[in-house]
């Protein structure tokens, strides 16, 4: 039909312009232009960004712990005898050296002597439920194989119980108490690795008074498996 050219736009809709072929004609042809620049510097940016991520240098990263551990108490209160322990820490390292956890532990049969000693406990049992800070350096790094040496301390609750033979009394506490300790992780993957360490724990006086260190007090060491994330 005289006066109408028909123009096809790659990507657009069909237009139909009566009249005004040269100045429709000029905009399509800057259009396809346009388009082919811009999948020119899109794929630079592509190139550029793929290059940038390889070489970047790895960011340092936070790690969250589980151990579950066992162990043996001894010392202070434990008068000479040594008695089997278990329990389990949660934590957190951040990607310097400080870092937090929650400890606790259970030793079951903590006042009694050996099964040829007469005493009359028929039962007893030590609690310790702390919340520490660590301060512990990543040797050789926060991935793969490494080792943290580190030292910890807190505060938490000391809870102790004794039952004697045929239910003549019942006896138990909950004190304040502290611990404080050293100990290390070693890590032969990313996620496993083996931690052990020994810790002194020890009961406030009564808080509401003074702040000194109670007469309940004893040693604690553990070994575990440590689960890293």
């Not at 099964?115 to 609690?127: E, H, K, L, M, T």
């Amino acid at each position: 039909m005289p006066g109408f050219v028909l123009y096809v736009v790659p990507g657009f809709v069909l237009y139909v312009v009566p009249g005004f072929s040269r100045a429709v004609s000029e905009p399509a042809r800057n259009v396809d232009c346009s388009l082919s620049e811009l999948e020119e510097g899109m794929k630079k940016w592509v190139l550029i960004a793929a290059l940038a991520l390889v070489l970047a240098p790895s960011t340092a990263r936070a790690d969250w712990l589980f151990t579950p551990n066992i162990g043996t108490t001894f010392g202070g209160a434990t008068n000479g005898q040594e008695h089997f322990t278990y329990g389990a820490a949660l934590g957190w390292m951040g990607s310097g050296i400080l870092g937090w956890e929650a400890d606790l532990s259970y030793t079951p049969e903590f006042f009694e002597g050996d099964d040829n000693d007469f005493d009359f406990i028929d039962g007893s049992n030590v609690v310790s439920a702390m919340f520490n800070a660590i301060v512990g350096v990543p040797v050789g790094g926060q991935l793969g194989p490494g080792f943290r040496p580190y030292v910890t301390g807190g505060i938490g609750m000391l809870q102790s119980e004794i039952d004697s033979d045929d239910e003549l009394f019942n006896v138990s506490s909950n004190d304040w108490g502290f611990n404080l300790g050293a100990g290390a992780m070693g890590f032969a993957t990313d996620h496993v690795g083996f931690r052990g360490d020994i810790r002194y724990n020890r009961s406030f006086e009564d808080l509401e008074e003074t702040i000194d260190a109670g007469s309940f007090d004893f040693w604690r060491a553990t070994a575990g498996l440590t689960f890293r994330w």
